[in-house]
């Protein structure tokens, strides 16, 4: 009798069981590491300039690299210093007056530099917290915090407002995984940080430093031990899993997404099908 009900008690538990997915282990990747490296480039639109009786209108693209280096003590914190090295200036011609002078400004359009100096902005991370430290204004700031969870909003230390955590997923990238954060709208930036990498723009792009200039700001590779971890292409690799923060408006109404993150709008019944609130999943028969 006794096994007969032990049988029973396990074709039950059997039943009941749901089909579990595995999830990849995604362990925390710290963004301020020694020796850490980003390869980035700034493209300066339309630049005018004259050389000898040619006039010329040309997009200048500028390569460099920045590192972490060794520690140093500013007000009583420790921080990284951050060195950059300048690899490559190069010119695409748009525009020449006389036309015929652009075959003599070829020799001008592409310059190696190889110079590296000390930055003017330093690095250090402090639970999940990643600040900057302006050497001209003698201000830190926060740059991220991987700290936060879907729906949860950055704190006041940001130096662009009130901004949120729409949602967060996780990546592959490089045989790695890597949380990537989407922030609300704004405008003049790309809204995505990704854990231990920073922003495609460049680790010092995270908020309002995006400025809507005509310039462009690209984070190409990032390395660790002189190896690649991440390129300017995986910030945009399909999601592995997905977690959507709920969104609620002045009135407090709790915002319904589907699995897509699409909201629904106020006032229409959800159909059919699996959807997301207050972090959580549930069904609609």
């Known amino acids: 009798m006794k096994n007969k009900t032990t049988f029973l008690l396990i074709v039950l538990l059997l039943s009941g069981m749901k089909t579990i997915t595995a999830q990849p282990v995604v362990p925390y990747h710290p963004l301020v590491k020694d020796g850490k490296t980003w390869k980035c480039q700034i493209t300066k639109r339309m630049i005018p300039e004259k050389i000898g009786d040619v006039e010329a209108f040309y997009d200048q693209t500028t390569t460099f690299s920045l590192r972490v280096g060794e520690d ?33 400004m070829e020799k001008y359009l592409h310059q190696d530099v190889g110079i590296t100096t000390l930055y003017d902005k330093f690095l250090r991370e402090e639970n999940k917290k990643v600040y900057a430290h302006n050497k001209s204004t003698d201000t830190e700031y926060l740059l991220y915090d991987f700290s936060l969870l879907a729906g949860e909003k950055i704190s006041n230390e940001f130096p662009l407002g009130e901004v949120q955590i729409s949602s967060i997923d996780t990546i592959a990238a490089q045989g790695q995984y890597f949380r990537r954060y989407h922030l609300g709208e704004n405008g003049g930036y790309e809204p995505l940080w990704v854990e231990g990498i920073g922003h495609p723009g460049g680790p010092f792009h995270s908020a309002n430093h995006m400025v809507n200039d005509g310039t462009l700001y690209v984070l190409l590779a990032c390395y660790e031990d002189g190896k690649c971890i991440f390129t300017k292409d995986d910030f945009y690799n399909p999601a592995v ?15 319904t997404f589907d699995l897509q993150g699409r909201r629904i709008p106020e006032g229409m019944k959800p159909q059919r099908g699996v959807y997301i609130r207050e972090g959580k999943k549930f069904v609609v028969k």
């Open 72 to 104: 140093t003590i500013i007000a009583g914190k420790s921080y990284k210093k951050i060195y950059e090295e300048m690899t490559a200036i190069d010119k695409q011609l748009i525009y020449t007056n006389p036309k015929e002078a652009a075959e003599e």
């Open 241 to 255: 899993t997905s977690q959507i923060g709920v969104i609620k408006n002045a009135e407090s109404d709790v915002t």
